[in-house]
């Protein structure tokens, strides 16, 4: 059994192992136009850096000029969202062809050395789109979850092709985070993705002819969707060392390939560190870490019930507060900004997934999560910003039981394993563009 103790001094470990030759997360010119941190804020251009956001994680795809792509769609999103206020968009920069049941096709990779050209240069056609529209990107380069493929794809093209899938009967909860935590101690895995990363962080955009690694569209490198040491304790506690030592190499290997940005987790925060505060501080303790990341996901916590949502609102959104407020604390700690890069509540109902159902509840969970942030910008906090999960603009499912089907081209901003409408926002919420287009404004003045 690790103790306190033990996690704490594995962290100080790695931290004094990277510190040296670690170029500063500091280290951009005062009028960059690259974001940079200077203490628990971002900066850009010379000015504190604060935004209102979305995750896209779609747009490579939309990008990419194939017959599953959609350039014009694309567009019309990234102008909407601009409308919006929305200045920086959280996507995604990989994907593995996998045999997992619900991960999206194509992707960006196999497990060979040849990488599919045309997802990558969707995802040159979506930074050259942001570029013209002054957004900025944070890019994930790999995923803990299935609908990706993800770390259990990477396991299984080195273990013989074994796999389980996520919510599979056979294998229930915490068999497939517990399984999937073994990438973290699988070298042949972890040299897999980091040939990966070295393509992506070293790429040239085939449409601006900028370098990825001098392209201030860029915010932000991001290791992995929801990195977690595990989903047990049985298994998590003991694989604490492999974790941490994965997030600091890591991180240390992209800053070497690219100075010019910052490099962050992608963590849900306590949620995804076994509810235990040191591995939170821990997991962003390395100074290749640049700022700390949140998650906050009431409806799939159990924090409220979706079929009751006038009677135990109230109650999931005094854990939401303490959630916020703790994890401003942790990045207090550690001296380092902090964002809530995903959020997401459902509409108003257990199994309301179609547009034309009202977002009442929503909306007041959208106020909840802006107005944290904009106290917290006005008391001189860490809080940078915020991504809510997700944009569905104008897609509309084509099925009447709002599943993903391999092959659908109406990308949401729902992943291919939740029903299509559960969390995203349409373009005719109203209500819910509202809220954010007051908080955008809120942050802009």
């Known amino acids: 059994m690790y103790h306190r103790r033990s996690i704490i001094a594995a962290g100080a470990a790695l931290a004094a192992g990277c510190a040296a030759g670690m170029p500063p997360a500091t280290g951009a010119p005062a009028r960059s136009r690259f974001v940079a941190v200077r203490g628990m804020h971002l900066y850009r251009d010379g000015k504190p850096y604060r935004y209102a956001g979305a995750n896209l994680w779609y747009g490579a795809w939309l990008g990419a000029d194939t017959a599953y792509g959609d350039r014009a769609r694309l567009r019309r999103e990234l102008d909407r969202l601009r409308a919006l206020g929305i200045r920086n968009l959280r996507i995604i920069g990989s994907a593995e062809e996998s045999p997992l049941r619900n991960s999206i096709t194509p992707g960006f990779r196999d497990k060979g050395s040849a990488y599919n050209q045309d997802l990558l240069k969707g995802l040159d056609f979506t930074l050259a789109e942001m570029a013209k529209r002054d957004m900025t990107a944070v890019v994930y380069l790999a995923n803990f979850w299935e609908w990706s493929g993800g ?28 399984r999937t935590a073994a990438f973290y101690g699988n070298p042949r895995a972890q040299t897999l993705l980091r040939d990966y990363i070295r393509a992506v962080v070293t790429r040239t955009n085939s449409i601006t002819g900028v370098r990825y690694a001098d392209d201030p569209t860029i915010m932000a490198w991001q290791l992995a969707n929801e990195p977690r040491p595990g989903g047990s304790d049985r298994v998590a506690v003991p694989n604490l060392p492999n974790f941490l030592s994965w997030i600091d190499g890591t991180a240390r290997y992209i800053k070497a390939l690219d100075r010019n940005h910052l490099v962050t987790t992608g963590s849900e925060g306590l949620k995804g560190s076994i509810e235990r505060e040191d591995v939170v501080l821990d997991a962003h303790r390395s100074p290749a870490i640049d700022y700390m990341t949140t998650h906050i996901w009431p409806n799939n916590w159990s924090w409220m019930d979706a079929g009751n949502l006038a009677g135990t609102y109230d109650a999931g959104a005094a854990k939401v507060a303490d959630y916020i407020a703790t994890h401003v604390r942790l990045a207090k700690t550690l001296g380092k900004p902090l964002v809530i890069e995903e959020f997401g509540y459902p509409r108003d109902g257990a199994t309301a997934y179609d547009p034309t159902i009202p977002t009442t509840f929503k909306d007041r969970f959208y106020r909840q999560i802006y107005a944290a942030v904009e106290a917290d910008v006005a008391a001189g906090g860490p809080l940078a910003g915020s991504n809510f999960w997700a944009w569905n603009g104008e897609a509309r499912t084509r099925h009447a039981d709002h599943r993903f089907v391999r092959g659908d081209l109406a990308y949401m901003g729902d992943p291919p394993h939740e029903p299509q409408g559960w969390y995203g926002v349409f373009d005719s919420d109203a209500g819910t563009q509202a809220v954010i287009r007051a908080h955008a404004r809120a942050l802009a003045g």
Do not use: Q
Request: aromatic fraction near 18%; charge should be negative.
């Open 151 to 178: 770390m259990m794809t990477y396991l299984s093209w080195v273990n013989g092709g074994k796999f389980i899938d996520m919510n599979d009967p056979a294998h229930p909860w915490p068999e497939f985070p517990d």
